[in-house]
């Protein structure tokens, strides 16, 4: 049962445009929402989160928007840079602290 | 505080021996989570933490996983009779206040031969 979804497993960007994550989830009871960016041989490191009740938070180069009626969030870098290729996770909690993730999406910012 | 530590970063073991992890969190972090990730996948929810109280238990948790935070402080992650299906990276985290957002350690890589 697989509430939080990332389709995509990986996504090339030039450094300098926007990247985009996905993330789908199923659980309408999800609110609060968060990514968290993962480089190799270390734990995830939190990025940025929404809740439910907001459409959009934003934090320097990072945007996360929620669109509830889709079931879908989206993770915006811009401009993106080569020190922002790692895995992101989208992740989903109900106001517990029981966070579900998603599998992860590999970013790779090329110079 | 450096952070969220965990020991041991890596384990071999062989199947059907017992191995225990411990986790020391952000020290004025009250919960704690232990989480399990495989290649490709995410951070699985295993259990949760408030100071010394285990809150929540997922079903993956067997009767084989046991975890305590005695006294609210570190926590250890014991399995028992260990099996090839737990080789993974059990990571843990911590928050604190109404943070849902938490901190990870580096995680523990095991790998059961």
């Known amino acids: 049962d697989q509430q939080v979804k990332q389709n995509s497993p990986s996504l090339s960007v030039q450094e300098g445009r926007i990247s985009i994550l996905n993330c789908d989830y199923t659980n309408s009871m999800f609110d609060y929402f968060l990514w968290y960016k993962k480089y190799p041989a270390e734990g995830p490191t939190f990025l940025i989160s929404i809740s439910s009740i907001k459409d959009k938070n934003e934090d320097g180069r990072f945007t996360v928007f929620l669109n509830k009626s889709a079931k879908h969030l989206s993770l915006h870098i811009v401009p993106s840079q080569p020190g922002d290729s790692a895995v992101y996770f989208c992740?989903?909690?109900?106001?517990?602290?029981?966070?579900?993730f998603g599998a992860g999406t590999r970013l790779f910012v090329k110079a | 505080d450096t952070g969220v530590s965990q020991d041991p970063r890596h384990k071999i073991t062989k199947r059907g021996q017992n191995v225990t992890f411990r986790c020391d969190p952000i020290s004025e972090h009250n919960r704690l989570y232990w989480y399990r990730q495989t290649l490709g996948q995410g951070p699985e929810f295993l259990t949760y933490f408030q100071n010394e109280a285990q809150l929540e238990k997922s079903r993956l948790l067997s009767d084989r996983f046991s975890a305590e935070r005695p006294k609210g402080s570190f926590s250890t992650l014991e399995i028992q009779r260990t099996e090839q299906g737990d080789s993974a990276m059990y990571l843990c985290?911590?928050?604190?206040?109404?943070?849902?957002?938490?901190?990870f350690g580096q995680g523990t890589r095991l790998t059961v031969v």
């Open positions: 992740a989903a909690n109900t106001g517990g602290f029981k966070t579900i």
């Open positions: 985290a911590s928050s604190s206040g109404t943070a849902t957002e938490a901190f």
